[in-house]
């Protein structure tokens, strides 16, 4: 009998030590103290994995982190990974502007041509906030040529990205709002116009609504909305009919509220030349001709085109800090595209970029044969990956050329990005370093934790299926670092 339990105890070890499984590792259990505040929570029915490791990658808390989970946001830090690995931090976007024609006098006889790159910075995001700077550039330059008419059409070529304007598995009820919007290789303002509304009417009328840029009939809103009692509720109800620009707006608003919301368009290489022809006209500028979008990736050339002048994007570093700060969803979803064409040289999709993404994973530790990858942002319900590897990766990421990039891009606990308002007043604020996560039912947090004596934890926290409110789940991730913070 002995000798049964012997081999039975050898056995168990090989299992959990992992030398026949090695992604089946328990390295270490999860605390009392740690396991009393989940499972007194109103959360303490839903999915929790709860990885913890010192900065050599010893694992000193674990709790499910053998387990799969739906990491939200959290996939941007491995998606920024692999952005800043294959493309480099200095990385700039070209779109250029390319005469076909002739200039007569103060006439451009023959078309303007705009070439996506796949930028999705043209926007007021590094411009102060002016989302027409582009526009502006080129119409002065072409007005400082001596042009004021353009005896011809504006055409857009889209074809660097193929057609398909959202990754697999978002939710349609996702896509009226600005962190679900299509992704194009010619895009403007991240494909959102931006509504502006204010109830500042009577009681049951229909509060004043404005956009940018400069109120473009590009979009139909239809304002159903109504002024409620001042002290009322403000109940949120924007929907765009999908496959349309048509926005119907339903809130109610209480008198004298004010809201701003910036609400998806379709067709968004359209919307980017519309507002350049609308831009130069304002600037009176005289168009004869219309618009017209070149999707055709295999089709473009240069030949009997003048190039009249190429917009450096800033560089890819500054791009991954506003994507993981302010958790962008759209500079997440545009860079994955980028990546796929820049490394295959081809036209960009999802899937190839997704490619080089898991080929980055498999390289820095990940199991990728339990990686399941819908996008490169997280917000696809059906992505996957295993929470202890997420975990090991930000042990192993810290070794890479291009981790102080990755590293400033996090948000800090009480101080900025999608932290800024979390954990003021707690130990922990301006401690913690990391990334946040929400889909719906999914609540991640992952990151370092500089403790009280000096030490750095490598932390990942996720909650996968609550039902309790998201706020409260927030509580206990907070108790969990500050339990943290104090104990290491």
């Not at 526009?135 to 400082?144: A, G, R």
């Not at 504006?154 to 992704?183: H, N």
């Amino acid at each position: 009998m002995k000798i049964y339990k012997v081999v039975f105890l050898i056995f168990i070890f090989l299992i959990c030590g992992g030398v026949l499984f090695p992604h089946s590792v328990v390295y270490a259990q999860i605390s009392p103290e740690i396991s009393q505040l989940i499972n007194n929570s109103r959360a303490s029915n839903a999915f929790w994995a709860v990885q913890v490791r010192d900065s050599s990658g010893r694992v000193l808390q674990n709790l499910n982190g053998d387990k799969l989970i739906r990491p939200a946001s959290n996939l941007k830090i491995v998606t920024s990974g692999a952005l800043l690995e294959r493309l480099g931090p200095q990385y700039r976007f070209e779109t250029t502007l390319y005469g076909r024609g002739r200039q007569t006098d103060s006439t451009w006889v023959g078309d303007i041509i705009v070439k996506g790159s796949g930028d999705p910075t043209i926007s007021g995001i590094f411009s102060n906030g002016d989302k027409l700077f582009l526009f502006e550039k080129w119409t002065t330059m072409l007005f400082n040529a001596g042009i004021k008419v353009i005896d011809g059409n504006l055409i857009g070529f889209d074809g660097l990205f193929d057609d398909v304007p959202y990754p697999k598995g978002w939710e349609w009820d996702d896509l009226t709002y600005y962190y679900a919007p299509e992704i194009s290789a010619l895009s403007f303002n991240s494909n959102v116009v931006d509504l502006e509304v204010s109830a500042t009417g009577r009681i049951g009328s229909r509060p004043r609504i404005e956009w940018s840029p400069f109120n473009t009939p590009f979009v139909e809103f239809i304002n159903e909305q109504t002024i409620t009692p001042a002290g009322t509720r403000f109940n949120e109800s924007y929907r765009r009919e999908l496959g349309t620009n048509t926005i119907i707006l339903r809130s109610t608003l209480p008198q004298g509220y004010y809201e701003t919301e910036p609400l998806t368009v379709t067709a968004p290489s359209l919307y980017f030349m519309d507002t350049f022809y609308r831009y130069m006209e304002l600037r009176g500028m005289e168009i004869s001709g219309g618009i017209f979008i070149d999707s055709d990736y295999y089709s473009w050339s240069e030949r009997g085109l003048l190039k009249l002048n190429t917009h450096l994007s800033e560089p890819l570093y500054k791009m991954i800090e506003h994507l993981n700060k302010e958790s962008d969803n759209f500079f997440t979803e545009m860079l994955v595209k980028k990546l796929g064409s820049n490394v295959y040289n081809v036209q960009g999709t999802t899937e190839l970029g997704l490619q080089v993404v898991k080929e980055f994973m498999s390289g820095m530790g990940f199991d990728t044969t339990a990686v399941r990858l819908r996008d490169g942002s997280g917000m696809a319900p059906a992505t996957l990956l295993n929470a202890g590897d997420l975990n090991q990766y930000l042990v192993n990421v810290q070794q890479k050329a291009f981790f102080p990039h990755l590293f400033s891009s996090l948000a800090v606990g009480g101080v900025s990005g999608t932290l800024s308002h979390r954990f003021r007043g707690s130990r922990i604020s301006e401690n913690f370093y990391g990334k946040t996560g929400f889909v719906s039912g999914v609540r991640a947090l992952s990151g370092y934790l500089d403790t009280e004596t000096g030490n750095r934890l490598v932390v990942s926290i996720i909650t996968n299926n609550y039902t309790a409110q998201t706020s409260h789940v927030d509580f206990i991730h907070q108790r969990i670092l500050e339990y943290l913070y104090s104990s290491y």
